[in-house]
């Protein structure tokens, strides 16, 4: 069996940013909600003295760390109330921030691709008066209506982009002056491709990622689509995998996996092959 | 018959920029290029003392003044070499650069949905070593192929957003992953919805501009799909029109017509009404 491994694959600049500033910044620490998907990368981060809180009255500490997905400006406003905040948040994101915020003062109504629930959208939403509707699917696209003049299509940005595209289709058929402004980041995208190209010559592609990392869930899909493909936490689950036929192995990690741990199931896979 | 003006008509805030800097600048002062594709706007610098001229040998004054519709970096470089040059290149072009730029950087092919030979989309192929393609109409999104991995679209700025958008539905069938960026200004499509509005309660749109403005042009094909219109670029040529069944006259203006210009034929029409 060969190991091969992802030509690109683990943190985005965005979350290698945040992270980076939590380890440089001196304990105590709160960050406001988990700085990754990652309760490997999480549990490091505690054992540096790094909390994380999403309940503010919570907060104790001095200095309160933002994390990559950004937040809205009235939670902004309640954490400087209870500290030093400093904004981790991806400088990609705020791009998107003020794309919104653009087409919201243009009187544009404005459907975000992604989900509701997710912090970057939640924190997106923010910047806008929660005005926007956010699309999920294909069917939420068919079956979103109104008459709007001016309406504009954006994107969390760690969505898929064919995914994107199938609902720019759908859209444009009722909206033939629809805005669409693909803000999908380009390291997510690049995850995505070398995914994608990882998988069409493997026979197993396992995805190394936080089962609550949405990011990795979608590189997963991705690679499921091509060949067989797993998704796995730390490296025992290599263990209880099933390699019969495997010839080439293909191993890659989501946004919010730390290289540290990947390298672990790098090493240990490479050990099975052997 | 009742005169009606559209709600928003004329300069772009990008051309009423340049020609503001053009008015406030000491003469003599050479724009490269006509500042504004309008004869007797055009002709109204001259008798300020501001020349044109496109060939950079000719360029005989300190100052020299970009357009709104930018350059090249290398025209940008030699201009530099005649004289102290003023940038008038609208901001919203400049993002443009950017963009392109930016997707350029990142490995896509690049589509600019525009003309091949107008000004703005020859500066911004400048800054991507010209390797974008230009695509016109559907026709030219048909015949288009090549096997892209990254490809992305964007637009000239002054551009039909449904057209825009007929190139989008057809490209995305070839490449479910393609990136769109929608970069048609807001004034352009300002100026476009408030003639489409005017169109519907219109018998007769007159849009005033010159012969040589694209975005005028672009104004009377809306118009024309909603009801008559006509094209002039002078008061004096309201006297041929047909007004026989006309009890609703609209008057709309390009975003390179001068206001003091669509005045004079506003007043000539509204004295035609009497």
Not at 5 to 26: H, K, M, T
Not at 185 to 201: G, H, M, R, S, Y
Request: with cysteine; charged share 25%; hydrophobic share 35%.
């Amino acid at each position: 069996m060969e190991v091969k491994v992802a030509r690109q694959y683990g943190f985005c600049f965005g979350v290698r940013r945040a992270i980076q500033i939590a380890d440089e910044l001196s304990a105590p620490l709160t960050t406001y909600g988990p700085l990754v998907h990652n309760p490997y990368e999480v549990s490091r981060l505690e054992g540096k003295g790094v909390k994380s809180s999403l309940d503010i009255q919570e907060i104790k500490t001095p200095n309160i760390l933002v994390r990559a997905h950004g937040i809205t400006p009235s939670v902004m406003e309640e954490l400087k109330l209870k500290g030093k905040v400093i904004d981790g948040t991806c400088p990609l994101v705020k791009k998107v921030h003020g794309i919104a915020q653009m087409l919201d003062k243009n009187g544009y109504k404005i459907l975000i691709f992604g989900q509701k629930s997710h912090p970057e959208t939640i924190g997106t939403q923010g910047y806008i008066g929660n005005r926007a509707d956010v699309i999920h699917n294909t069917q939420e696209a068919e079956n979103f209506s109104g008459d709007y003049d001016k309406i504009a299509l954006i994107s969390q940005t760690t969505e898929i982009i064919g995914e994107f595209n199938e609902v720019v289709a759908i859209l444009l058929k009722k909206y033939p002056h629809l805005r669409v402004i693909d803000t999908i980041c380009e390291p997510t995208k690049e995850n995505q491709n070398a995914a994608v190209e990882l998988a069409k010559e493997s026979d197993l592609v396992v995805v190394v990622g936080g089962k609550n990392s949405s990011n990795t869930r979608k590189l997963m899909l991705n690679c499921e689509k091509i060949t067989r493909a797993v998704h796995i936490e730390s490296p025992e689950e290599l263990d209880k995998l099933d390699f019969s036929g495997v010839k080439i192995l293909g191993l890659t990690s989501g946004a919010s996996t730390p290289d540290w741990l990947f390298d672990k199931v790098v090493i240990k896979a490479k050990e099975l092959a052997k």
